[in-house]
């Protein structure tokens, strides 16, 4: 082992061991990501809405809408208790707070008012006491609420019972609650606290305490007080740690056993939403009765009453990301308990996950140091997969919750610092040889050589290459006017602006010589539509000059622009290595080389920046081009079909260009056939054309001058550019 691996390993498992600690530690991010996981996993398999003897009596928008504002009279509560005790409920809870004495009743709105007898308001009836009678030897279950201010906390109606040590001290502390009406609550068949996620942030509620604590007593939450109620039950059975206190491990109610977190609380699996559990407090308040569909789903059903009216306020989240009103959760929790479908995240899960971290943090260590970066990280990713395969199928087949991401994080972050200090330290030799020759070789180039065994061979391939030279035009007067460090800040500033186009392309730069730039498309790698991206360079280019003249980026003020000519032919080439053994360039030679630099020369014969050959003018029909002659080039036997540039499709789409197109056919054909006509229609042109671009009035400047280039085109040249 080398001193860079003992590093390595000393580092890693540093990494390993700071995250097996954070874990330990379980944070807030940590939670927070377990909970997203979890809800990801009743998300794509929610429980299955059965039809359960659970409903919701909503007082909805409609219910408000019948019978005014809330809060209600406590007499029309009074008539809802004595309506679903006629129907048959079993039990009745109230996610309500009677806190308060109900200021709608006469005695009190009597009372408030000046003038009025004492006497008189004491023979009124008070909704309270009506509220209160009604729900006498009924099962009725009020709901309590958790306060900040006060140590009030209320009576217990049910019996406790231990088995282990005592868990007592396991869920959330009670400090305080707020008081209901004395009698409401003397009468009350059971009383259960209406809080769904005490002292949690998230809007989510994924697991509901189904008990509080003030260190001595227990109390019970609304959903299991309804359900004990509802069998007539009077103890609650509690499962403790056989050999710790303050865990709770499950806990009986009635016929029915329920498995609990540790803190007592019970992990929702939630269903979507459905209608069916719901039945609108109008149709039971009725005034002529509840209809018998209604009645029928009430006879031997819990009932849970609350609201899902938005301006009461009581809409919660769930896990598979709805908002439902909260006392549908508690509907959710005793459907949950009567099918028998639990979630449960064991005591060893923790334990598992913080193990996880350590063995699979070391095994990637090792391997990341003492094999490669891509042995380990195949490793890693089988550990993802198997991590979450186990994680799922623990879900689905075991209502288990485990984890999978905090390992595959904490693996993630252990690979990835094993293998930047692999990077950093073990491979710094390759990277010194890679640094060495990137002062002289292309990125391009460099990649070749790295991923090919023969390509530092000499020689090359013949493929269709777009070329392209670009010339900086009068660059010796410009030279002449400047000192040798100016002439240098010019060329490096022209020519990074220019290039960076030949780039973003997908083009490739061969070389710089002097103010000239060489570049073509189509190698080292396949281009797709390699001449249009060629012309869109050009025209790029065209652009940045004048972005760069405008702005006097040269300092040569504004009475001096700066000109270029681009000439652009597509052909066969020969492109690779070449040179000598010991030193060579990429690069590419033929005559498809030879005709773009001669198209480039051609620029200031013709008047204009940007000249194409008709081999390439074939693959660009989108483009506005103007015919520009049949020039004859050095080297060749035949005359060479050439054509300017002028824009790109949103400019050959332009009504403006049309007109100058039509022009410029009738100027050629002036050309070829000695019109006369020839001067007048030169003119027209120069016209259409400043309103088109203003490159083109030295073209038409000079193109009477070159009246013989139009009057011998190339063979199957019209019918190419037709085509």
């Known amino acids: 082992m080398t001193r860079a691996q003992q590093i390595g390993v000393v580092l890693g498992l540093a990494i390993v061991t700071a995250l097996t600690i954070l874990r330990a530690s379980d944070p807030g991010i940590f939670k927070l990501i377990r909970g997203v996981t979890f809800d990801e996993y009743q998300r794509l398999v929610p429980r299955t809405f059965e039809p359960m003897p659970v409903r919701v009596i909503d007082i909805d928008e409609a219910s408000l809408h019948e019978f005014g504002q809330w809060p209600w009279p406590r007499d029309r509560m009074a008539l809802l208790v004595n309506r679903l005790s006629e129907m048959g409920a079993s039990a009745i809870a109230f996610d309500i707070l009677f806190a308060e004495p109900d200021r709608l009743s006469p005695r009190n709105v009597v009372r408030d008012v000046a003038g009025v007898d004492p006497s008189l308001a004491e023979k009124l009836p008070d909704n309270d006491e009506i509220f209160a009678r009604s729900i006498a030897e009924k099962p009725v279950v009020l709901g309590f609420g958790l306060s900040n201010e006060g140590h009030y906390r209320p009576p217990v109606k049910a019996g406790f019972a231990f088995t282990g040590e005592s868990p007592v001290t396991a869920p959330p502390y009670l400090g305080a609650s707020t008081p209901l009406r004395p009698q409401l609550e003397a009468n009350a068949a059971g009383l259960g606290h209406i809080s769904l996620n005490p002292g949690n942030p998230s809007p989510v509620v994924r697991a509901v305490p189904l008990f509080l604590t003030d260190g001595e007593q227990l109390y019970p939450n609304l959903a299991i007080e309804a359900l004990r109620v509802a069998q007539g039950a009077s103890t609650y059975v509690l499962s403790g740690a056989p050999d710790r206190a303050g865990i709770m491990t499950s806990v009986k109610i009635g016929d029915f056993v329920v498995p609990l977190t540790t803190a007592g609380e019970l992990w929702l ?71 028998g479908r639990f979630l449960s995240r064991p005591d060893w899960a923790d334990g598992l996950e913080i193990l996880m971290i350590a063995v699979l943090g070391c095994l990637l260590v090792g391997v990341t140091t003492f094999v490669s970066p891509a042995v380990a990280l195949a490793c890693g990713l089988l550990i993802t997969a198997m991590a979450l395969v186990a994680s799922w199928l623990s879900f689905l087949y075991a209502g288990l919750l485990l984890d999978p991401l905090a390992p595959i994080i904490s693996g993630s972050i252990t690979h990835f610092a094993s293998t930047s200090f692999r990077i950093l330290v073990i491979d710094r030799e390759r990277r010194e040889v890679r640094r060495a020759f990137g002062h002289y070789l292309s990125p391009s180039l460099l990649h070749r050589i790295e991923h090919s065994r023969d390509a530092l061979r000499l020689g090359g391939d013949d493929r269709e290459l777009t070329v392209m030279f670009v010339d900086v035009r009068s660059f010796t007067e410009i030279s002449e006017r400047l000192a040798p460090t100016a002439v240098v800040a010019f060329l490096n500033t022209l ?37 249009i991206k060629a012309v869109r360079a050009a025209l790029a280019m065209r652009e ?89 080039l050095k080297g060749k036997s035949s005359r060479t079909q050439i054509l300017a540039v002028v824009g790109d499709e949103r ?57 013989d280039h139009f009057r011998e085109v190339p063979d199957g040249f019209e019918k190419s550019v037709a085509d």
């Open 544 to 632: 940045t000059l004048a972005e760069l003249n405008a702005g006097d980026a040269f300092g040569f003020g504004s009475g001096q622009q700066v000109g270029i000519g681009i000439g652009i032919h597509t052909g066969l080439a020969c492109v690779g290595n070449m040179g000598a053994k010991t030193r060579f360039n990429y690069s590419a030679v033929g005559d498809a080389v030879n005709v773009a630099a001669r198209l480039e020369s051609c620029c200031k014969e013709v008047g204009f920046d940007i000249l194409i050959s008709d081999s390439t003018a074939r693959s660009v029909p989108g483009m506005a081009l103007i015919e520009a002659g049949a020039i004859p």
């Open 269 to 339: 699996y939630v269903t979507p939403d459905r209608a069916e559990r719901y039945i609108s407090a109008r149709q039971v308040l009725a005034a002529e009765g509840a209809s018998p569909a209604v009645a029928a789903a009430i006879d031997g059903s819990i009932v849970f009453v609350g609201t899902s009216a938005a301006g009461l306020q009581d809409i919660r989240v769930t896990a598979l990301g709805e908002n439902v009103p909260g006392v549908s959760l508690h509907a959710q929790a005793v459907e949950q308990i009567l099918s």
């Open 495 to 531: 020519l990074d602006a220019l290039s960076r186009h030949v780039v973003a392309n997908e083009g490739t730069l061969d070389k710089f010589i002097g103010d000239s730039i060489m570049a073509f498309w189509n190698a080292p790698v396949d281009v797709a539509d390699h001449e």
């Open 651 to 707: 400019v050959a789409a332009s009504a403006e260009f049309a007109a100058l197109a039509v022009v410029h056919e009738q100027l050629t054909q002036a050309l070829h056939s000695h019109s006369k006509n020839t001067r007048k229609l030169i003119g027209t042109a120069k016209l259409r054309a400043a309103q088109v671009i203003g490159g083109l009035a030295e073209f038409y400047q000079r193109i009477s001058g070159r009246s």
